[in-house]
């Protein structure tokens, strides 16, 4: 069996290559290599995947590449590649995600329309898409309402799935993700900044009061929610993929201060446009349909990330992407 993962050098797109590759799959990765974070630590997150002979790296833009050639004979194509960030995604920049999040999204969409014999299109879609909530968890059928223009360029890539899969047949699953943690954790996300923090006594810019809440997921759990999507054949439509574990800031804080013993020196600052107050997934139809059952709970989680970074703390202190 073949798949292609789009993204691959990314956070989330390496382990689920990792995850592929366990199990017996020929992977093709494809993956453009933004200068959205630094490319040293992209390179890195390859290096487990470089040396298997089942594994073939395209360096190429979804954009411009060649598609037919990596989707040849393909099964599954998981649809990582994406600009993220909330925080960036104003301003000028937003064509940086009008191109990468929806042109790119269609052009992909474009080359598999005709394709024979693929089991399943799974697009990494994003809880940004659902916006500001009331509740304390939503569940699929709640309104969208993005509240910032990323989560709009991931919904309208949604919905061009969507609109594929309905005209032309393409098998889509859309999951949610919900904020993905763990070791490789890009280094603008607030765990890796934490982290890193808290290890070289830097300051942490914090936004807001720190009260805000996220339902955090670790990644060993997310691209376990990808492969079951991909081949459980009752799976179709969208999926919640959630850790439940719905925690703030702040706990979060004392949860790395625990975990690496020190004091995080906090820089507090404004809360970003763009960042809703709370997420919580209802992951009910993922864990009937998928039995998606996520196995790490918060503090394994972070323990397991804080050894990540301390091994490679040569790499942040290098990076100018971390801040
Ligand atoms: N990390 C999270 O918490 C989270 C939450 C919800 C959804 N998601 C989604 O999951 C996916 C992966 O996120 P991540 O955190 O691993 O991000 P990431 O930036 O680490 O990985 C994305 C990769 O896509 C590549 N890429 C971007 N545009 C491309 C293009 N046009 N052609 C080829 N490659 C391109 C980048 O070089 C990058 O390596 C994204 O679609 C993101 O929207 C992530």
């Known amino acids: 069996m073949k798949a292609l993962v789009t993204g691959c050098a990314g956070f989330i797109g390496s382990h689920l290559c990792e995850r592929l590759l366990s199990a017996g799959l020929n992977v093709v990765g494809i993956d453009s290599l933004t200068d959205y974070y630094d490319l040293e630590i992209k390179k890195s997150n390859l290096d487990n995947l470089t040396g298997s002979q089942k594994f073939a790296f395209v360096q190429d833009d979804?954009?411009?590449?060649?598609?037919?050639?990596?989707?040849?004979?393909?099964?599954?194509?998981?649809?990582?590649?994406?600009?993220?960030?909330?925080?960036?995604?104003?301003?000028?920049?937003?064509?940086?995600?009008?191109?990468?999040?929806?042109?790119?999204?269609?052009?992909?969409?474009?080359?598999?329309?005709?394709?024979?014999g693929l089991r399943k299109f799974v697009y990494a879609s994003s809880s940004s898409i659902y916006g500001q909530i009331s509740e304390e968890s939503v569940n699929e059928e709640h309104k969208t309402a993005p509240y910032s223009p990323y989560g709009a360029?991931?919904?309208?890539?949604?919905?061009?799935?969507?609109?594929?899969?309905?005209?032309?047949?393409?098998?889509?699953?859309?999951?949610?993700?919900?904020t993905v943690y763990g070791p490789r954790q890009r280094p603008d996300m607030a765990f890796t900044r934490l982290i890193y923090a808290a290890i070289s006594g830097k300051k942490f810019s914090l936004f807001g009061d720190g009260n805000q809440e996220r339902d955090f997921t670790y990644v060993l759990d997310v691209v376990e929610g990808?492969?079951?999507?991909?081949?459980?054949?009752?799976?179709?439509?969208?999926?919640?993929?959630?850790?439940?574990?719905?925690?703030?800031?702040?706990?979060?804080?004392?949860?790395?201060?625990?975990?690496?013993g020190s004091r995080i020196n906090i820089e507090r600052k404004h809360t970003e446009r763009g960042d809703v107050r709370r997420t919580g997934a209802d992951v009910s139809r993922s864990k009937s349909i998928l039995a998606f059952s996520p196995r790490y709970d918060i503090e394994e989680g972070i323990l397991r990330q804080v050894?990540?970074?301390q091994e490679h703390m040569d790499m942040y202190h290098n990076s100018t992407s971390i801040s």
Not at 153 to 178: D, H, I, Q, W
């Open 307 to 309: 050894r990540f970074v």
């Open 153 to 178: 360029t991931k919904l309208a890539g949604e919905n061009l799935c969507f609109l594929y899969s309905g005209n032309f047949k393409v098998p889509v699953v859309s999951l949610r993700l919900f």
């Open 62 to 116: 979804i954009m411009t590449s060649d598609l037919g050639s990596a989707l040849k004979n393909v099964d599954f194509v998981f649809h990582l590649a994406a600009q993220p960030g909330v925080r960036g995604s104003w301003g000028d920049k937003f064509s940086i995600y009008v191109k990468n999040n929806i042109l790119s999204t269609q052009r992909l969409l474009e080359a598999v329309k005709d394709l024979q």
């Open 226 to 260: 990808m492969w079951l999507a991909a081949t459980n054949p009752d799976s179709a439509g969208i999926f919640n993929i959630g850790g439940g574990h719905v925690v703030s800031m702040n706990e979060v804080i004392s949860i790395v201060e625990k975990a690496t």
